[in-house]
């Protein structure tokens, strides 16, 4: 085999990997779910070696279930470890902040007060025209998102509200605000109780180093947020 053909080989596995590792992460292969070789090569028009390979790659990261002369299927996470997940999120969560705290430089701290100063007209026109004259709350809202973006193509970003997802009080949607990208208001995902949980894994373009925005907003109207800076490398989205 040649090797630009090894090279292509590859390249369509790894693609293939992480259309995979996205669709688990947003639900759309749900725990339970089998992933017929043949079915997956069809919908994303590869094939089934790439499948296969994928397939075996995902089950390395405990995403997917197969056992030998039979399909996979997406693995569902036990309440057990669901537990731990959320226990040790916590823990480090809460040593990263005290960490960062004891750490800030008062320049650090001069930053986070110019936060606000730091939005721009178009910024406070486009929170003013969605949300009107509510407060914009401190809270409740996580934006995992990387500090540093060599990349402005696809930098990955996880929405997550902690907020509760009940008949009577729930996140009826997730904002994603990027302060100086053509389009500033990013994106907006809708919510129901029925759903559980309100969080999105997804991926963004980005033009330059700027401000990131994620606002929970409840059916009561309530809104919290969560922001950070971060650092665009090359190829930006402007």
């Known amino acids: 085999m040649q090797t630009h053909e090894i090279e292509q080989g590859l390249s369509e596995t790894v693609s293939l990997l992480d259309k995979l590792r996205m669709a688990i992460y947003r639900g759309e292969f749900p725990p339970g779910q089998r992933l017929v070789e043949s079915e997956l090569a069809e919908k994303y028009r590869t094939s089934r070696g790439a499948v296969r390979e994928a397939l075996a790659l995902l089950q390395n990261e405990h995403l997917v279930t197969r056992q030998r002369n039979r399909s996979a299927w997406v693995r569902a996470v036990t309440i ?90 729930y996140v009826k949607a997730l904002h994603l605000i990027v302060d100086h990208n053509p389009d500033i208001y990013l994106a907006g995902f809708e919510f129901t109780p029925a759903i559980g949980a309100a969080s999105i894994d997804t991926r963004i373009k980005m033009r330059r180093t700027t401000w990131v925005r994620a606002i929970a907003e409840t059916n009561t109207g309530e809104l919290w947020s969560a922001a950070k800076k971060v650092y665009v490398g090359l190829n930006g989205c402007g």
């Open 80 to 169: 057990e470890e669901a537990i731990e997940i959320l226990e040790v999120r916590a823990l480090i969560e809460g040593l990263c902040a005290a960490r960062a705290a004891m750490r800030a430089t008062e320049e650090d701290r001069r930053e986070l007060r110019r936060l606000a100063d730091e939005m721009t007209d178009a910024v406070k026109k486009v929170l003013h025209d969605r949300f009107g004259t509510r407060p914009i709350q401190v809270g409740h809202m996580s934006l995992d998102i990387p500090a540093d973006a060599p990349d402005g193509r696809a930098v990955p970003v996880f929405l997550e509200s902690d907020l509760a997802m009940t008949p009577d009080s």
